[in-house]
């Protein structure tokens, strides 16, 4: 039976291995232990599924053990390490929501870090070793799936098992909604949080929010779903001993795609389990792979890369323009009041003529000749003796007001130093 997923799948895992890590760099400088070990599971799982799934394609062969026996343990690290992961962000988001002070010291980071570290490492390293209790053989091969593991469907199976991944789902539900109702009653000191925390913005925090919560959405339902199959699929055999569990270990199944595809239930859950992983990376890069940081990253990336070829981007000349330009035409204004020859005075119509019946009407030509006229020609500081307050008194009389040179001068120079 044809795999129709083939060659779609190899490429959205490979995309989905390559994807995750791309947004890994800025997340380590921020400190955000659980992202990026969200980001470490989704893509070495990404990986894992890639190379199997490209390997075994059409085939059901046995051409690397070693392989298979580190392939089933990624498998079974990734089954809890991304779920574990999602709830070190649930976790995470919500002490942020409930912060209690503004600033978090560094040896508070380090803590959560040691912290994350036991959830998202630790417990699955522990969960991996638990496994080999209920294995009933080394490992299964699948035609176009490749190594998977091959669990004894006892009942300390799903206590050992299938029951993590549910658990671990509902207390990061728990923290989601803490998270929600906190960040809902204390927005204020919220805002102030972030506004002190470089790491940490309004966007990279919702985007992380968004994230965990389409976890959420997908773990819980899937692992019900699979501990469902599994049951009605399979019966669910009595545990004997541990020598039962284990008869005949080191043999390896290797089943046509003819067989366990002939099970619709078996196919889709293995489908939604397999499909899960790419899209958990696809997922991560589409919040996290367009922000602002990740822009400016790309942007350097690509010079980088480009400049050995004679490649450079071109200055941000336009602002050092013009900054240079104020500061040429704010020269020419000390210039200009230094020699008062180059300044005139500028004389403007304080309010409308009136005629003497009190309505008001346009000034004629005549008057602004005569206007003209009465203005003296040669010109005249503030200081000079020729311009007296008789005259100043009389051009105010007439409606004119008089602004002195340096009052100009200042105004022009302020105005200009405010540009630039």
């Not at 791309?22 to 990404?46: D, R």
Request: charged letters at 15%; hydrophobic letters at 45%; aromatic letters at 14%.
């Amino acid at each position: 039976m044809a795999d129709l997923t083939y060659p779609l799948y190899p490429i959205f895992a490979f995309l989905g291995f390559f994807l995750s890590l791309v947004p890994l760099p800025w997340h380590l400088q921020a400190w955000n232990s659980g992202t990026c070990y969200f980001m470490m599971w989704s893509s070495l799982a990404c990986l894992n599924q890639f190379i199997n799934s490209v390997v075994w394609h059409n085939n059901a062969l046995n051409p690397s053990p070693i392989w298979c026996e580190i392939c089933i343990r990624i498998l079974m690290g990734a089954s809890v390490g991304i779920p574990a992961a999602s709830l070190c962000i649930n976790r995470r988001l919500y002490h942020i929501a409930s912060i209690q002070a503004v600033s978090v010291s560094r040896g508070e980071k380090r803590r959560d870090i040691l912290i994350d570290t036991g959830i998202c490492v630790v417990f699955p390293i522990v969960y991996i070793a638990l496994e080999y209790i209920v294995q009933g053989h080394r490992y299964d091969i699948l035609e176009d799936l490749g190594c998977q593991p091959a669990l004894y469907n006892t009942l300390p199976t799903y206590f050992i098992s299938y029951m993590w991944p549910i658990l671990i789902g509902l207390v990061s539900a728990v923290y989601c909604v803490l998270s929600l109702r906190s960040f809902i009653r204390r927005r204020v000191q919220f805002n102030q949080f972030l506004s002190s925390n470089k790491s940490l913005t309004a966007g990279r925090y919702f985007r992380l929010m968004a994230l965990a919560a389409c976890d959420l959405t997908f773990t819980i339902p899937l692992s019900i779903f699979i501990i469902w199959v599994n049951t009605v699929a399979n019966p669910v055999a009595p545990w004997i001993s541990w020598e039962d569990t284990h008869f005949g270990f080191s043999r390896v199944g290797q089943i046509p795609a003819v067989l366990w595809r002939s099970n619709e239930r078996l196919v889709v859950a293995t489908e939604a389990t397999r499909w899960f992983v790419p899209l958990c990376g696809i997922l991560f890069f589409a919040l996290f792979g367009f922000a602002d940081e990740a822009r400016r990253s790309y942007t350097k990336a690509f010079w980088a890369v480009v400049k050995p070829f004679g490649f450079a981007p071109a200055p941000a000349t336009h602002g050092k323009h013009f900054v240079s330009i104020g500061y040429v035409f704010l020269f020419v204004c000390e210039l200009s009041c230094a020699h008062p020859r180059f300044c005139r005075r500028f004389v403007q119509p304080k309010q409308p003529l009136y005629t003497s019946t009190g309505t008001s009407s346009s000034p004629s030509t005549t008057d602004f000749v005569a206007r003209e006229e009465k203005l003296p020609h040669s010109p005249i500081t503030p200081t000079s003796s020729s311009y007296s307050s008789t005259t100043l008194t009389s051009d105010l009389e007439k409606g004119m007001q008089y602004v002195p040179i340096d009052d100009q001068c200042n105004y022009i120079q302020q105005s200009v130093a405010i540009a630039i």
